[in-house]
């Protein structure tokens, strides 16, 4: 009998620590199956962040470094600077990245530094609370501004992927979600061609993840999809923003069926 469906080798076996409906286990499972499909698992080496992945280390089965908060980018530089031939990727929150750590990606960006980032922007704090983050939309409510977030006092949220892409740097930028099934076949789609990007050396790749968090927003598993493709994807629109022939700023293009 063929087998069509297993457990792949990129992850280990412990038990998640994620809420229910939380869509980090679903992300995890695509980069452990590209991981093991791209025959990358023996020379890869992951940074976990500080955020509701800071145990990373836990669940995707290679090599792991764990990086004070937003620092990800740069241990990411060391190690493969340090060791060219290993695949290196960063695997951050909206917190983690957008906000302590927005030096960092945009410079290890501006740098060309050949590296792939996994961003996965839920539009809040989630371990912390529920605070508002960088990505929060405008109106949405939550700990820290119950009344919504209001662009005259905070600003705008921050889009990360058409920020790195605008810089002149070659790269690949993409956004994508994993809200539906369809969709979540679209996005380890995209987190393929980043990591085919690093295995040829080509340039830095930069792949957002639109997630879900129905703790900190306030709502089920069910309604949090409902909420992410109704509200975020209208601000953060899914699609290739950048190629390594695209050298000169972002231009979308959206992706075979986001």
Known sequence: MKKIFGYPQGLTERRTHYCPGCTHGVIHRMVGEVLEELELRERTVGIAPVGCSVLAYEYFNCDMFEASHGRAPAVATGAKR???ELVVFTYQGDGDLASIGMAEIVHAANRGEKISVVFVNNAIY???GG??????LVGQRTT???AGRDPAQVGFPVRMAELVAGLRTPGFVARASVH???ATVQAKAVLRRAFEHQVQGTCFTFTEILSTCPTNW????KEAASWLEKEMIPYYPLGIF????MAEGPHLRPAEGL
């Open 82 to 84: 340090a060791r060219p």
């Open 218 to 221: 306030g709502l089920s598993p």
């Open 126 to 128: 989630g371990m912390t």
């Open 144 to 146: 820290t501004c119950p």
């Open 180 to 182: 539906t099934p369809r």
């Open 242 to 245: 950048k190629t390594p022939d």
């Open 131 to 136: 605070q508002m983050a960088p990505t929060t």
